[in-house]
């Protein structure tokens, strides 16, 4: 509303200027001006990436003012750049899952309740445009999900699974699951918990550590153990300060975790935490100090 008042002053003012001035000195500084569609073209190649055997390069490209995927042969200079334009959406993000099959996060604007909401969602696709799989609808039991593209683990070392999260039982606490990306098959790998709001896998893919809030605060994390078994509570408070802490991966000492703290320097540091002591081993990487200029 401030904004819209200031224009508004402004505006009847420039008006009088350009009366009182030239009419041709107005026109011709408006005739100098860029033409409105320059402030809003989109790049002509995006977010570039080479396949994993180095002899494609994949991009995000416009047509017609819709971004597409774009699939260019390096090895082959004669053939054009193939378009992948998945029909009334739009391309977001896109990974390369192996030589001959990508996944992409695609959008749009829909209408839901009287009002315009974005939906996401993700396909799997083959190199040439055959092969298109919505890997998770919107409906999901009793939950209807107009985000349907959060990957948790692309599983480089699987050729044909990801790991996702998608609310199927809970509208804030996600499922974690397993996808085929040729087929569409699903596979829960890990059920909502309670508070859980994010999960974190380890370099094997397996999704062992569950982040979430209590009372805003306080921090409640889900661990498991390398060996498998059910998840013990870890609670970050219990280590470092009220503000407890926030997880960032997994190292590579069994039982040891990277975490983030301000809570010793006021600054962020990155912490080593041993898990099952509920200990800190060590401060393993600190902002600076700030400086004061002379």
């Known amino acids: 509303m401030r904004i819209w008042t200031w224009v508004g002053g402004i505006l009847p003012l420039a008006i009088a200027v350009c009366t009182i001035l030239a009419a041709g000195a107005c026109s011709a500084s408006v005739a100098d001006l860029p033409a409105i569609e320059a402030y809003g073209v989109l790049p002509m190649v995006d977010s570039a990436r ?156 397996q999704p062992r550590l569950g982040f979430g809030m209590v009372e805003r605060k306080k921090a409640a994390f889900l661990y498991q153990d390398e060996a498998g078994g059910d998840f013990m509570q870890v609670e970050g408070a219990d280590a470092i300060g009220e503000s407890g802490f926030l997880p960032l991966g997994f190292s590579d000492k069994p039982g040891v975790i990277y975490v983030l703290s301000n809570h010793e320097t006021g600054r962020n540091c990155i912490y080593l935490y041993d898990v099952k002591n509920k200990t800190v081993l060590d401060r393993y990487a600190s902002e600076p100090e700030p400086t004061s200029n002379p």
């Open 50 to 205: 080479l396949s994993p055997d180095g002899s494609m390069v994949a991009f995000l490209s416009s047509v017609q003012g819709r971004r597409c995927l774009f699939v260019h042969h390096l090895d082959d200079e004669k053939q054009k750049p193939k378009a992948l334009c998945p029909g009334v959406f739009e391309v977001r993000w896109f990974a390369w899952k192996t030589n001959s099959r990508l996944l992409m996060s695609v959008y749009r604007s829909t209408p839901h309740l009287g009002r315009l909401i974005t939906e996401s969602h993700l396909i799997a696709m083959n190199i040439d445009g055959s092969g298109d799989t919505l890997l998770l609808k919107a409906h999901q039991g009793r939950m209807i999900n107009f985000n349907t593209d959060n990957v948790l683990d692309f599983l480089p070392d699987d050729p044909d699974h990801i790991l996702m999260t998608v609310d199927t039982t809970s509208m804030v606490f996600p499922d974690v699951i397993k996808v085929d990306v040729n087929s569409g098959d699903k596979q829960t790998i890990v059920p909502s918990r309670d508070k859980i709001i994010r999960w974190y896998t380890d370099g094997k893919g």
